[in-house]
């Protein structure tokens, strides 16, 4: 067992040339104003907007409910500048009270949306407001939305990371298993959802790396990478770190939202067999999700936002592996092993996501996150490899064959050296020209749930923020007959071999798919003739737990420029529990003894 205590306190205080920008002149009469700003179109909030004073240097920026807050103002007229990127900025005049709170809200449009009006409130203004917070970011920050490279069919967030600048996918077969940020290696970057550590059960490994399979995409509004570390970040962020940003459904001034896709994945190719629900029909997956976003409550202060994905991913496909002589002088390079491979993979990734969001009053909102994910990989590959054991150099001449004129063996090893490059012949030898197999079935699944309660206050030029989070990850590797998570056939690599084989492998027709003919030895298409028949199970599990509090204090200054005080603190508890039994079986034949004449798989 792995387990780990971390206790952070950070601070960042952004100051900007104090003095020089300080606001001018103290009147004595002061006001202020606040408000939204939303989008009319779409009824969304606008996170990032700028809120100016014309004619002066005073802004602010809005928050993620679209909030503003311009303190110590003049008693009097004045102008708002409101500005948001795509769309046309809007001057708001609004009279300054002494003593007063004065609520303005503002509703931005756009003439493009007369073109646009059923698609601009996906990807157009995703993009428009990730460009946003990344331009008001005070360090090296990327966002994304989640709408920003259309429907990312099966979920997986890797899928999505990878086209952004600065990071590059690990995949795993086809998927996005993990990605480096800068280069940096994926172990050293840290992945959080809104703001706290997810866990990750990393394959049932000891590795710190976050494995985005056993994550979806479904939840999530936005995407927030920091390349540079912060103060205020983990320490588990060296390299990056990637924050996902859950959707709320106080993103938007109300009304319900429901959405959804249907269709389904196929890939030609070999299937294997596998659960109907997950191939209703042989080679057809289904795939499906939706998103449901309303705000209730008599005083339209209840927030809910559910989402649902399936997506079943059926692959299958074949191969073949050659491995050639390494040699330094001149000459052709022989064929030492040449295999062929088929290999069926259904991958399935299940997730559902609640958050409530709960407006206490106007300056205080309670927030509950819950988010359940779940991966299956159900494995079946056979495996035939055709291979001589030892390279054939001058420093080994029993392996090279004298052959005569004809190009028949004479005397010496089992290799012809005088074909060409495009033919390697390959003499019987009963221990070192070998004809092996092997058959596969693994199951590998995983799971990772999320609580989070949260608390955020808005006061007069201040935000408090705090926590708390719960998050368990497990991974499982089900090929034992005993103890299976899943009801199936029992799971494991079946591996055996035959000796004295002769074989041509031929490579005149096509360079990396080669005809091979036998010609001495035992049939290779009769199972009764192979020998050291060995059954591998390797029944492992990983389980991952992270508990974690968090407390965040934000002061705005009132200078000129936006500026702020920052500090707080995060408490973390981390734990890693590996489970593995494995077991290998060999098949001694009616004696019971191993090694006899009747060890054969007939």
């Not at 990750?200 to 990478?225: D, H, P």
């Not at 067999?273 to 005083?299: A, C, H, M, R």
Request: charge should be positive; charged fraction near 20%.
């Amino acid at each position: 067992m792995i387990s780990q205590l971390i206790v952070r306190r950070g601070w960042t205080f952004l100051l900007a040339c104090l003095l020089p920008f300080l606001a001018h002149g103290q009147a004595a009469d002061r006001g202020a104003i606040s408000g939204r700003v939303s989008n009319s179109a779409t009824r969304s909030y606008l996170e990032g907007a700028t809120v100016a004073i014309g004619g002066t240097n005073r802004t602010a920026i809005t928050d993620r409910e679209g909030r503003y807050q311009l303190n110590e103002l003049p008693a009097g007229p004045v102008v708002l500048v409101v500005t948001f990127a795509g769309l046309d900025p809007q001057n708001v005049p609004v009279t300054a009270k002494s003593g007063q709170m004065v609520t303005r809200d503002v509703e931005l449009t756009a003439e493009i949306y007369k073109l646009e009006k059923f698609t601009v409130a996906g990807q157009r203004e995703g993009t428009a407001k990730a460009e946003t917070l990344q331009r008001i970011a005070p360090n090296v920050k990327a966002v994304v939305s989640s709408d920003t490279f259309g429907n990312v069919a099966d979920g997986n967030i890797g899928d999505l990371l990878q086209h952004m600048a600065g990071l590059t996918g690990d995949y795993n077969g086809p998927e996005v298993r993990q990605v480096s940020i800068r280069g940096v290696s994926s172990a050293l970057n840290s992945v959080t959802m809104d703001g706290q550590q997810v866990a990750s059960a990393q394959s049932a490994g000891t590795g710190r790396q976050f494995e985005f399979e056993q994550a979806s995409l479904g939840n999530i509004e936005t995407i927030e990478v920091t390349k540079a570390p912060t103060p205020d970040m983990d320490g588990a962020s060296i390299g990056g770190s990637v924050n996902l940003v859950t959707k709320s459904a106080f993103d938007r001034s109300g009304g319900r939202v429901f959405t959804f896709g249907a269709g389904f994945a196929t890939q030609t190719g070999w299937q294997g067999d596998t659960d109907k629900w997950k191939q209703p029909i042989k080679g057809y997956g289904p795939s499906f999700n939706f998103s449901y976003q309303d705000v209730l409550g008599e005083k339209r202060n209840i927030g809910i936002t559910v989402t649902g994905l399936l997506h079943s991913a059926p692959q299958g496909n074949a191969n073949i592996n050659n491995s050639y002589e390494r040699k330094a002088a001149a000459g052709p390079a022989f064929n030492y092993s040449t295999g062929r491979r088929m290999l069926s993979n259904t991958r399935t990734r299940v997730a559902a996501g609640v958050k409530l969001d709960y407006r206490w009053s106007d300056e205080t909102t309670v927030s509950f996150n819950t988010s359940w994910n779940y991966f299956h990989e159900d494995s079946d590959s056979r495996t035939h490899t055709l291979s001589t054991v030892g390279v054939a150099t001058a420093a080994t001449p029993q392996l090279l064959a004298t052959v005569d004129v004809n190009g028949n063996r004479t005397g010496g090893g089992y290799i012809n050296p005088n074909y060409t490059s495009q033919l390697t012949r390959v003499y019987a030898h009963p221990t070192l020209s070998l004809s092996s197999g092997s058959v596969g079935a693994t199951d590998k699944s995983g799971r990772t749930y999320l609580f989070s309660p949260s608390v955020k206050h808005r006061l007069d030029g201040m935000t408090i923020n705090y926590s708390l989070s719960y998050s368990d990850s497990a991974t499982y590797y089900d090929p034992a007959q005993t103890r299976s998570k899943y009801v199936s056939r029992p799971k494991g690599v079946v591996t055996y071999q035959m000796g004295g084989v002769g074989y041509i492998v031929d490579r005149t027709q096509h360079q990396y798919y080669p005809v091979i003919t036998q010609t001495e030895g035992p049939n290779l298409y009769d199972l009764n003739n192979y020998r050291a028949l060995l059954l591998t199970q390797t029944d492992q599990r990983g389980y991952d737990k992270v508990l974690a509090g968090k407390f965040d204090f934000k002061k705005d200054l009132p200078l000129s420029l936006p500026t702020y005080f920052k500090t707080g603190f995060t408490a973390q508890q981390q734990k890693r529990h590996l489970w593995r039994d494995p077991h290998r079986y060999n098949y001694t034949g009616p004696d019971g003894i191993l090694g006899t004449a009747d060890d054969n798989t007939g």
